[in-house]
T-cell receptor, first 109, second 115 residues
Framework: GQSLEQPSEVTAVEGAIVQINCTYQ??????LSWYQQHDGGAPTFLSY????GLEETGRFSSFLSRSDSYGYLLLQELQMKDSASYFC??????????FGTGTRLQVFP | NAGVTQTPKFRVLKTGQSMTLLCAQD?????MYWYRQDPGMGLRLIHY???????AKGEVPDGYNVSRLKKQNFLLGLESAAPSQTSVYFC??????????????FGEGSRLTVL
């Protein structure tokens, strides 16, 4: 089988740093992606890690440890517009992309 | 510059009725996917296609059928709708080729209610 676990909700204040963790169990692992989804909107791609280590894209960074089946999304200098749901997703060698249940981030002023 | 377009965006059905959701992409992507999203459940893969004329089952395929007769279109059918199929449906596509991240490009979603 396969499973992804991430916290259901995280809260933080503007300007802070927040880390959203994701642990996964799957066969045929290719890589880990992160998506952002605002209420009523479609998911949009944030980052992808195929190899161990940190990938940085502006205020967002994503980390992967294949040996630990673990990754995280790091959001720095939080802004109100970052309030959204964040999904980790496992890319498998069967071309499937399987999503976690999502983490709702609320940023307070 | 349309990207991925889903029609219809909203639909209300009665139990037992049938309908088809259409997904069209203009990015020449090989792979296309149908997901459903329910509160607290994240996105669950229904069916997907790795190219024209191909389809494969995802995590929750029961009660749905799909077809990919043309590369740019991926149709999701409900033969006999049930209240459990009330959901928001997202279509997505992605390109293939070396170095790609597997990034999915999503449509805006289709909200289906089955009474």
């Amino acid at each position: 089988g396969q499973s992804l676990e991430q916290p259901s909700e995280v809260t933080a204040v503007e300007g802070a740093i927040v880390q959203i963790n994701c642990t996964y169990q799957t066969s045929g692992f290719y890589g880990l992606s992160w998506y952002q989804q605002h209420d009523g909107g479609a998911p949009t791609f944030l980052s992808y890690n195929a190899l161990d280590g940190l990938e940085e894209t502006g205020r967002f960074s994503s980390f992967l440890s294949r040996s630990d089946s673990y990754g995280y999304l790091l959001l720095q200098e939080l802004q109100m517009k970052d309030s959204a749901s964040y999904f980790c997703a496992v890319r498998r060698n069967t071309d499937k992309l399987i999503f976690g249940t999502g983490t709702r981030l609320q940023v307070f002023p | 510059n349309a990207g991925v377009t889903q029609t219809p965006k909203f639909r209300v059905l009665k139990t037992g009725q049938s309908m088809t959701l259409l997904c069209a992409q203009d990015m020449n992507h090989e792979y296309m996917y149908w997901y459903r999203q329910d509160p607290g459940m994240g996105l669950r893969l229904i069916h997907y296609s790795v190219g024209e004329g191909t389809t494969a089952k995802g995590e929750v395929p029961d009660g749905y059928n799909v077809s990919r007769l043309k590369k740019q279109n991926f149709l999701l059918g409900l033969e006999s709708a049930a209240p459990s199929q009330t959901s928001v449906y997202f279509c997505a596509s992605r390109r293939t080729g070396g170095g790609n991240t597997g990034e999915l490009f999503f449509g805006e979603g289709s909200r289906l209610t089955v009474l």
